[in-house]
C-alpha cells in the first residue's frame, strides 16, 4: 500500500482513521447504487470494483444495485429508437423494454460481475426476475390536466413499482461470501418484467435488508444549491423545501425520496456521493469527513458532516 509518494506515517493515520468504521460496519449490509453515469471512466470503474472487494474482505456485506440509462441511451440511439423521459422515467414500450433487459440484465451487469471478480472478489449477477427478488407493478403517474377534470392518467409503459422484496436468494449468497449485483428490472405475477428507476431499487432493497447504509454514486458531488454548493445533513423538511423551490430537479427526485424512505424504514443513513472521485465509497464510510450528502430521518442529527461519526 505505501509508495514513494506516500509516507507510512500518513498510511498508518488512514488505517488508524478507519478502523472504527470497519468495526461499525463489520457484519452489517451496505447497499451501493452505482448510477450509469458514474460508470463512464475505465480507471474508475476498477476504483469501484476494488472498494467492493475491499468491503467484503474487512466483513461488510456489499449490495451492489446498478442503473445504466446512459448505456440503455447509446443502444437505443444505435438502433435508431427515439427515447423520452416524463418525470424523470424513461418511456418503455415493448421493444425498448427488450432493449433495457438486454443492456441492464447483460451489458452492464454482467461487466460489473466481471470487475469485481478480477479484483479478487466473487460477485453474482441478478436481475428482479432471479429467485422472484423483485415483485413490480406497471407505475401509474399522473399529470396535472385542467383544473376542472381529474388528473390524467399517464402511460409510460413498461415502467415499473416495487411491490415486494423477497430477500432469501440475497441471505443464501451472503452465506456462500457472494456479492450480489443487481440490475434494476421487475417482475409481476404475470411475468411481465418492468423497467425500474435504479435509485428506487437500491432503496427497496436496504429497507429490507435493514442496511446500515445507502450510498447513491452519481456524477455530480452531491445535492448542490442554485450557488454550487454542497448540501449535507439535510432532514426531511428540508428536502421538501429544496423541491418546492425547484433546486432539487430530474434525475436527483427519485434519489432524495428514496433515501427519505429508506432512513424513515430503518436505514441508518443514506448519503449520495460523487462516483467521479476515485475510491469514493471508501472516502464515504471510512474517512470522518466522508464525500457528499447524507440525509438522515428525524431522529439523527447528521447536521454537522457528510458522514455519521462510529
Ligand atoms: N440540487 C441538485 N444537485 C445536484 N444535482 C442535481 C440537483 N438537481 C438535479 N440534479 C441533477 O441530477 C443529476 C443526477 O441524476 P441522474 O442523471 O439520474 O444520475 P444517475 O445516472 O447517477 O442516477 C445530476 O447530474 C444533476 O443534473
Ligand atoms: C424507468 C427508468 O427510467 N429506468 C431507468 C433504469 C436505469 C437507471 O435507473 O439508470 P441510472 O441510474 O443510470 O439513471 C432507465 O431506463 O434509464
Known amino acids: 500500500m505505501s509508495n514513494d509518494a506516500t509516507p507510512p506515517t500518513q498510511v498508518a493515520h488512514v488505517l488508524t482513521e478507519a478502523l472504527p468504521y470497519i468495526r461499525r460496519f463489520h457484519g452489517r449490509t451496505v447497499v451501493v447504487k452505482y448510477g450509469g453515469n458514474a460508470m463512464v471512466d475505465e480507471e474508475l470503474k476498477r476504483g469501484f470494483a476494488r472498494d467492493v472487494v475491499l468491503m467484503k474482505l474487512v466483513g461488510i456485506n456489499p449490495v ?45 451487469n454482467k461487466e460489473i460481475v466481471s470487475l469485481i471478480n478480477t479484483h479478487g472478489g466473487r460477485a453474482v449477477g441478478l436481475s428482479g426476475k432471479d429467485g422472484g ?72 432493497l436496504a429497507q429490507t435488508l435493514r442496511a446500515e447504509k445507502l450510498i447513491l454514486m452519481t456524477n455530480t458531488a452531491g445535492i448542490l444549491d ?8 439535510l432532514d426531511a423538511e428540508r428536502v421538501a423545501q429544496l423541491i418546492d423551490d425547484g433546486t432539487i430537479h ?16 430503518g436505514v441508518g443513513a443514506a448519503t449520495i456521493i460523487d462516483g467521479r472521485v476515485p475510491h469514493a465509497v471508501l472516502l464515504e464510510l471510512f474517512t470522518d469527513s466522508g464525500v457528499g450528502t447524507l440525509i438522515h430521518g428525524e431522529d439523527v442529527n447528521g447536521a454537522s458532516g457528510a458522514t455519521q461519526a462510529p
Open 226 to 233: 442554485g450557488a454550487g454548493n454542497l448540501l449535507t445533513g
Open 250 to 265: 430530474g434525475g436527483m427526485l427519485p434519489k432524495v425520496d428514496c433515501a427519505l424512505q429508506a432512513v424513515r424504514n
Open 64 to 108: 451492489v444495485v446498478h442503473g445504466g440509462g446512459p448505456q440503455i441511451g447509446t443502444v437505443l440511439e444505435r438502433i435508431g429508437k427515439e427515447t423520452e423521459f416524463v418525470q424523470g422515467m424513461r418511456v418503455t414500450d415493448s421493444e425498448t423494454m427488450d432493449v433495457v433487459e438486454m443492456v441492464l440484465g447483460g451489458l452492464v
Open 133 to 204: 427478488l423483485i415483485q413490480a407493478r406497471r407505475l401509474t403517474l399522473t399529470g396535472t390536466g385542467p383544473a376542472e377534470k381529474a388528473p390524467e392518467i399517464i402511460d409510460i409503459g413498461h415502467v415499473g413499482e416495487v411491490t415486494g422484496i423477497d430477500p432469501s436468494l440475497m441471505s443464501l449468497l451472503d452465506g456462500a461470501d457472494f456479492i450480489p449485483v443487481v440490475a434494476p428490472i421487475g417482475v409481476d405475477e404475470a411475468g411481465i418484467s418492468y423497467n425500474i428507476n435504479a435509485d428506487l431499487v437500491a432503496g427497496h
